[in-house]
């Protein structure tokens, strides 16, 4: 009988610069394809973003030929434990930015990674500095605001947005500037849209900018969620969510009934599907989910 492979996910990430964007896309699409990975990978001049699922000897595989183009040799890759068809499809494209923020121009790569950016900190190094300044840290949440709604840092600052692009307005507008001068911790799912947040931070008067080194995966794998972590991680595959431990805390709460849960599903509305927290117990009740907006 043969023994069934298990599925893992790659997160990965490099900034470094690249003379041709293009010949890069079809090399990697060329080699997921004959791997039979699937995922999304976005390429620009000044580097590599990516999260592609399949087999574990095709990753593998990938992470290997991946590595021995010397500008990706390392690549800090993060591992995960997949489900089958955790996405639908191989997307590899060619972008001004391989995390879209609006602001290009700020971006500034040389082969060690962005330039004056944050200073990173491993799962340690933060525990170490929460040790040392207490309250006076503050925990900034790089990500869209819906996924906090299931995990976050303790205490952490979650500012109202919706999609990567409107940080810089929401930065521009005042409502941050009373942290200007406090210690701040930035975090997302694997770091990267920390590099460019602590950038544009940085460069709208915050002083003092951390970020914490490989995103909420990497201190998960450390520390799990039983320290400055709670709750449950958001990813952007058929997964949805992931868990550092069997009885994760529960942070959300249904649309419906107000019940605790950590579950998204998509609107029904096929113009719509907007992520939406519903309960298993509503869910069955009511599989073809509308979000707020939809029921309006």
């Known amino acids: 009988m043969t023994a069934i492979e298990p599925v893992k996910i790659l997160l990965f990430y490099k900034f470094t610069p690249l003379a041709d964007p293009e010949a890069i896309r079809l090399w990697q699409r060329t080699l997921c394809e004959n791997l039979e990975l699937t995922g999304r990978i976005i390429i620009s001049k000044d580097g590599i973003n990516g999260t592609v699922g399949g087999s574990l000897s095709a990753i593998k595989k990938y992470r290997r030929s991946t590595c021995e183009f010397a500008p990706f040799r390392d690549i800090d890759f993060k591992w995960s434990d997949g489900i089958g068809g955790d996405f639908p499809r191989l997307a590899v494209r060619v972008r001004e930015e391989i995390v879209t923020f609006g602001v290009p121009d700020e971006v500034v790569v040389d082969h060690r990674g962005i330039v004056g950016g944050a200073t990173h900190l ?175």
């Open 122 to 296: 491993t799962p340690h190094e933060l525990h170490a500095l929460v040790d040392q300044r207490g309250d006076e840290i503050v925990f900034f949440d790089g990500r869209n605001e819906f996924e906090s709604r299931i995990g976050r840092f303790k205490n952490a600052v979650i500012p109202n947005i919706k999609t990567t692009p409107e940080f810089v307005q929401e930065l521009e507008t005042g409502k941050f500037d009373h942290l200007k001068d406090k210690p701040i911790v930035t975090y997302c799912t694997g770091g990267i849209r920390c590099e460019v947040l602590s950038v544009i931070m940085k460069n709208r008067g915050f002083q003092e900018v951390y970020q914490m080194d490989g995103g909420i995966v990497r201190y998960a794998e450390t520390f799990g969620d039983s320290h400055l972590w709670e709750g449950s991680l958001y990813v952007f595959d058929s997964r949805l969510k992931m868990d550092f431990s069997a009885n994760p805390q529960i942070l959300g709460q249904c649309q419906s009934c107000d019940e605790p849960t950590n579950q998204f599903h998509n609107c029904s509305d096929p113009a719509c599907h907007t992520l939406t927290l519903v309960c298993d117990s509503c869910w069955q009740l009511h599989p073809l989910v509308q979000c707020e907006t939809c029921l309006a």
